[in-house]
């Protein structure tokens, strides 16, 4: 994903680089301190796009529409139209109705993004270095850091959910969500009643998420053992929100709109406001959807 198509060749560069400047003074001013200003610009820009993807997908959240017109130097959010939050997990989940072949789907975003990042790159070439050779391979070497930048955020991330510290436990992060994928879980209530267990909550609420409990217990006892001596409470209630934009419950909002109907709407944005807080009164707004309820695809202007 890292390989460069095309060099754009530019004999004028004056647009470029003031538009480069007015970015790194906006954004990154601390690229400014750098004897490579320009080099430094788009490390920050693959850190930040780096950071971004890895907090998407800890929430379990899909942009949907992650082309490079959607995608902003700042490492903010912008343009996710058919974006939706998944209920059961699994990595090649997809909402998109114009993602016909997963391209965006959740496992394969940090992939995105560096194929974005690669054609950003392409665009500062001729402010990298005077010789094209020489400024493909600074681009480059700046581009071969994405991956172990996203996979060291992404890891801390899930540490964080799992109320994990240790990167020795890494291999049960992952035999979670192999877990969750293989069982078909809901992913914020797996996660939701893992931080009641931490707090002290009977395990039913947990068990009964999975169709297999004696394979879902054989992991929760490693996961105890694992946080016996060092339970990361407060990082999991941080981490694991209560409440998400759940794709049913913005439908029924939609729908209660057409009728002009706008409660349905304003208790959800109420209740989202505080995603990480207990609220008894927006507690139906946790529940994952009925089989009738379920929403397979998303729109541009949901």
């Known amino acids: 994903m890292g390989?460069?198509?095309?060099?754009?060749?530019?004999?004028?560069?004056?647009?470029?680089?003031?538009?480069?400047?007015?970015?790194?003074?906006?954004?990154?001013?601390?690229?400014?301190?750098?004897?490579?200003?320009y080099t430094a610009f788009l490390n920050h820009v693959i850190t930040a796009q780096a950071d971004l993807i890895a907090h998407w997908m800890s929430l379990g959240f899909i942009h949907g529409v992650m082309?490079?017109?959607n995608t902003a130097v700042s490492g903010e959010t912008i343009d996710y139209g058919p974006c939706a939050f998944m209920d059961t997990f699994h990595?090649?989940?997809?909402?998109?109705?114009?993602?016909?072949?997963?391209r965006y789907s959740w496992g394969n975003q940090p992939n995105i993004a560096l194929w974005n990042l690669t054609r950003f790159a392409e665009t500062?070439?001729?402010?990298?270095?005077?010789?094209t050779d020489q400024a493909i391979a600074i681009a480059q070497s700046s581009l071969d850091t994405f991956q172990e930048y996203f996979s060291s955020q992404y890891m801390a991330r899930f540490r964080a959910k799992f109320g994990l510290a240790d990167?020795?436990?890494?291999?049960?992060?992952?035999?979670g969500l192999t877990l969750l994928a293989n069982q078909q879980v809901d992913f914020t209530l797996f996660f939701r009643h893992l931080t009641q267990?931490?707090?002290?909550a009977p395990k039913d609420c947990l068990l009964e998420l999975f169709n297999d409990a004696t394979e879902a217990n054989q992991w929760i006892a490693r996961w105890e053992e694992a946080t016996a001596q060092a339970l990361h409470l407060e990082r999991m209630r941080t981490s694991n929100p209560v409440l998400i934009p759940r794709n049913h419950r913005v439908e029924q909002a939609i729908q209660a709109a057409?009728?002009?109907?706008f409660a349905p709407f304003h208790r959800l944005v109420d209740g989202l406001g505080n995603p990480y807080s207990e609220q008894e009164e927006y507690a139906d707004l946790e529940r994952a959807p009925f089989a009738d309820e379920i929403v397979h695809e998303t729109?541009?202007?949901t």
Do not use: M, W
């Open 167 to 175: 990167r020795a436990a890494d291999s049960l992060v992952q035999d």
């Open 124 to 131: 500062l070439l001729p402010l990298l270095a005077d010789d």
């Open 67 to 69: 082309n490079t017109d």
């Open 299 to 301: 729109f541009c202007g």
């Open 3 to 37: 390989t460069f198509e095309y060099v754009a060749a530019r004999k004028d560069t004056s647009e470029l680089r003031a538009l480069a400047d007015h970015c790194i003074q906006r954004h990154f001013p601390q690229a400014l301190e750098s004897e490579a200003p």
């Open 91 to 102: 990595p090649q989940c997809v909402f998109s109705s114009i993602d016909a072949n997963a």
């Open 197 to 200: 267990v931490a707090s002290g």
């Open 258 to 261: 057409y009728d002009n109907d």
